[in-house]
């Protein structure tokens, strides 16, 4: 059997630009994308390294040759031959202790820092050379500069918060002190004469050479203590403002040559950053959520202030990127990027813009619509109101726009031809803030406002069909994408909702901690989220799951704000402050970078099933379900399920189950919608009962007094029963209970609390004859289905199987039974009048996954290692073996398989799809 990885997720531990290519090193594989013109792909994936992360790059630009490190071991090849023949067939070299660095010398031999403090000179296979460190120690970063042996300089960032610079004639030159915790990077800014460094201790120190000497009789000055991380600093480079730093905090940290912080950026979904590369123009960073992002250098830009006019009330961006100002006293002015400001013959005190047109209105209610403010007529004028204060103006289409008034009417208005027309009107609470954002779908209308509600008015019927309470501060915006209407709440609510037979059903409700959500927008960029938190308006991608910049704006959520992408690719951002107008413009081009690729789940994934050939559904110790390209590995849908963990997940047809901690499950509806998936939450449970009195132990006397405990966890999940209306299942508890839960008319219910283990029931598995389960004890019980509805259920047989718990179970339609346990064995049993042992396999460590296809199943243990096996009843033998680059593997699950091949996805902190072929 051959297996060759489709794709891979983890920890992206180096990163190295090249040109328009950037290598990253992913587990023990390279990926090599192309970067041209903002856009990105990915050109070809190798691995390196079977078991062992990679850690960095080198490249010697003479020879055109790069090494690749990580661990104790490295790997020379030719970058024209990469690019010609398209492979990499080097051989991999060991040494004896970890590389923290490499560099390469001008007769060809490369240079090896290695973690005990030793430096070695490796050409044509072998070493050539060494030196030891007099202070000998355990070192966790390294730097080597120099043209040859003789003259290399070593930089070790020990264990002792010190900073070593010594030579290949073993002498220590200097010893910097400051740091007060290990160093794990140490990089030189040749330009600026400087060395930066970063440690444990969240700071990176920026030290001054002397000019014109020598590493040997130099002085070395801290000149800055540079501190805007709130955990460990992995690493700090220079770039062409100052330097940039990364932590595990995941924040990208930008300063200028005074030690001014410039941006701090967040990123990788809140995971550690492990990774980083700077060319003139961008970064590049590897995160441990497997993402793989690109960024621009901060250009240092500043937000501008209008002197005058004074007294602003309202700020307002044309399409063309012209800033439009209102005043206290009515006054309409355009303010000129030059500083130059023109007045406009307008009296106006709201100002709204659609595409091509700017709505100019008065509360009392008179409005002029014109395409340039500059003219002296507008191409249509009008009332809107009869008397009543005007609160808001909504354009809805091109001719269409909802005017929200005092007295708690709105109406809808159109216009053709130079004529004003009422189309339609409703009445809200005359208490009501106002309409804030409108969209028009079809032969409806969904309108949000003020005071947090949702109306869905009937273009036909010409009535308010719907009213949803929101249960928020305020509804800020509304549009459609990927088939869903999308809404923001100011308090930071983010909504997806449904449009289907005349009824809007919310899809999910996630609170995706941006701050006070302040609107959204669908541009040339996907979807974009505006929101202000603390100082700052963001700007942020939801395809990208990252912030595309930040403003800043001192004072937080401000009365008036507009931000807008101009037809010249400018991203304009203007704000109210004091009363005065401040803006920024900045062109798209200098802020916006590809993401190479988005991340997954950024903790632990615990279960994973398919939705198609090309599309995984996994659920994570995150509390999130994601959706995921099989191919590519990049998020498609991110669901905030679960309060707690998600532990399994059962998919029958359109119906998915999601379980895990706080003792929760939820139902949700597969949906596709224009080649999306959609999760649809149905319902969602909870064991919120909890004890008469605190028991520390409630699996003790289970079997007299079974307790329902609001903090235990749903560990798997299996299927009893099921038709188009109903689905009966399965639950293995940590509280040793097993709960049979039924599933009929959107709504859930228990059926019945089984207590037979006396311990963590941890695995359950099924087909339509039998039902195996297996607790923390070792114990195996094999049930009838049909007897677990008794009155005191019984299993037919149940043995001690394991010496530890039972990680992993699978029974099969042929009567087989594979279990794997803590004790690091796997068992292969049949079920014939109890269970019998046929085969048992050591594993050494703990066995935390099965999965069955055909005559196969795969194994998956805790060392990182994946087996294929083809059974019979007569034998069992290993196809096929594999160490993969995901830690902590948890399990793996069949995607597809055919009589030829199979592909399987194993995960655990992170996840690899592999194609397995029999022949």
Not at 30 to 42: P, T, W
Request: hydrophobic share 40%; glycine share 8%.
């Amino acid at each position: 059997m051959k297996a060759k990885t489709i794709r891979i997720n983890a920890d992206v531990t180096a990163v190295k630009i090249l040109g328009n290519k950037i290598f990253a090193g992913v587990g023990g594989h390279v990926h090599i994308f192309s970067v041209e013109n903002g856009r990105s792909q990915i050109d070809a994936t190798f691995e390196i390294f079977e078991g062992q992360k990679i850690h960095g790059f080198c490249h010697d630009t003479e020879r055109d040759e790069i090494v690749v490190f990580g661990g104790r071991l490295f790997l020379i090849f030719q970058l024209t031959k990469l690019t010609e023949c398209g492979i990499i067939d080097s051989p991999v070299h060991k040494v004896s202790n970890w590389i923290q660095a490499v560099h390469w010398l001008q007769d060809g031999s490369i240079a090896l820092a290695l973690s005990n403090n030793m430096v070695k000179q490796w050409k044509d296979g072998q070493i050539i050379a060494s030196v030891q460190c007099p202070i000998k120690c355990i070192i966790y970063s390294a730097l080597l500069l120099g043209s040859s042996w003789d003259s290399l300089v070593v930089f070790s960032g020990t264990v002792f918060s010190e900073v070593l610079i010594w030579g290949s004639d073993g002498k220590v030159w200097h010893q910097l002190k400051g740091h007060n915790g290990v160093i794990f990077s140490i990089s030189f800014d040749k330009s600026r004469q400087r060395l930066l460094t970063s440690s444990d201790d969240r700071s990176v120190r920026v030290w001054q050479k002397s000019a014109d000497s020598t590493w040997s009789s130099c002085s070395l000055e801290q000149v800055q203590e540079l501190y805007g991380h709130q955990s460990r600093v992995w690493r700090a480079l220079p770039s062409k403002f100052g330097l940039v730093s990364i932590g595990e905090d995941s924040f990208v940290c930008q300063w200028d040559d005074s030690g001014k912080e410039l941006s701090k950026m967040c990123s990788h979904q809140g995971g550690s950053i492990w990774s980083i590369d700077i060319c003139d123009s961008y970064l590049v960073t590897g995160g441990g959520d497997g993402g793989i992002m690109c960024w621009n250098l901060e250009h240092g830009f500043e937000t501008k202030q209008f002197g005058s006019p004074v007294n602003v009330r309202k700020v307002a961006w044309t399409p063309k990127g012209q800033l439009l100002v209102v005043t206290e006293d009515e006054k309409l002015f355009i303010m000129q990027e030059c500083g130059a400001i023109e007045q406009a013959p307008f009296d106006v005190q709201m100002i709204e813009i659609f595409q091509d047109l700017i709505y100019l209105t008065t509360v009392s209610g008179n409005l002029n619509l014109v395409k340039d403010v500059r003219s002296k007529a507008a191409f249509l004028t009008g009332r809107v109101s009869d008397g009543a204060a005007v609160l808001s103006v909504v354009p809805l289409k091109s001719t269409t726009f909802l005017v929200s008034l005092s007295s708690g009417e709105r109406i809808f208005w159109g216009f053709e031809n130079g004529t004003l027309e009422r189309l339609a009107s409703y009445t809200a609470s005359p208490k009501t803030k106002g309409v804030s954002c409108g969209l028009c779908i079809g032969d409806y209308c969904v309108i949000g406002d003020q005071d947090g509600f949702l109306q869905l008015f009937n273009w036909k019927s010409m009535e308010v069909e719907q009213n949803l309470n929101m249960k928020s501060e305020g509804v800020t915006g509304i549009c459609m994408f990927r088939g869903l209407i999308w809404a923001t709440c100011k308090e930071g609510k983010l909504l997806t909702l449904l449009l289907e037979h005349g009824q809007i059903s919310i899809v999910n409700a996630g609170q995706p901690k941006l701050g006070m959500l302040a609107g959204l927008e669908v541009t040339s960029l996907g979807l974009l989220l505006y929101s202000f938190h603390r100082e700052n308006f963001s700007v942020w991608s939801w395809d990208q799951q990252r912030p595309i910049f930040k403003f800043h704006c001192p004072g937080g959520g401000h009365r008036s704000w507009d931000f807008r992408l101009s037809s010249e690719n400018k991203m304009c951002f203007a704000f109210v402050r004091h009363k005065k107008a401040f803006y920024q413009q900045q062109r798209l081009k200098d802020v916006a970078a590809p993401v190479l690729r988005t991340g997954l789940h950024l903790n632990l994934i615990n279960c994973m099933v398919p939705l198609d050939s090309n599309h995984l559904l996994s659920g994570g110790e995150d509390g999130s379900l994601r959706i995921s390209d099989v191919v590519s590995g990049s998020s498609c849908t991110v669901i905030q399920a679960h309060l707690s963990s998600v532990k399994a997940l059962l998919k029958d047809k359109n119906t998915l189950v999601s379980a895990g901690g706080r003792a929760q499950l939820a139902v949700w509806q597969i949906l596709n919608i224009n080649s999306n998936w959609i999760l649809k939450l149905v319902t969602s449970h909870m064991l919120l009962e909890s004890a008469e009195k605190s028991v520390k132990a409630p699996w003790r006397d289970s079997y007299l007094n079974p307790r329902a405990d609001p903090e235990s966890r749903y560990m798997a999940l299996c299927l009893l029963s099921h038709n188009e209306s109903k689905l009966v299942f399965l639950a293995a508890c940590s509280d040793s209970f097993l709960r049979i839960f039924e599933y009929f008319n959107s709504t859930l219910q228990t059926l019945k609390t089984i207590a037979f283990h006396k311990t963590c029931v941890m695995t359950v598995s099924s087909t339509a004859e039998l039902v195996a389960s297996g607790g923390s004890n070792g114990v195996v019980a094999v049930w009838n289905p049909g007897d677990l509805f008794n009155e005191e259920p019984k299993p037919l047989w149940s043995e001690v199987l394991h010496q530890g718990g039972v990680t992993s179970l699978t029974v099969t339609e042929e009567k087989f039974l594979f279990t794997g346990g803590d004790d690091g064995i796997l068992l292969i049993s049949t079920l014939n009048n109890g269970i019998n042992i046929l085969y048992k396999i050591d594993n050494s460590t703990q066995v935390s996954g099965i999965a069955h296809f055909g005559r196969y199943f795969v194994s998956t243990t805790s060392g990182q290692k994946v087996s294929v096996w083809q059974y019979t009843s007569e034998g069992c033998d290993k196809s096929f073996e594999k160490s993969v680059a995901v830690s902590d593997l948890q399990g793996a699950t069949l995607i597809i398989s055919s009589q030829t091949s199979a592909q399987i996805c194993v995960f655990g902190k992170g996840s690899e799809v592999l194609k397995l072929d029999y022949n």
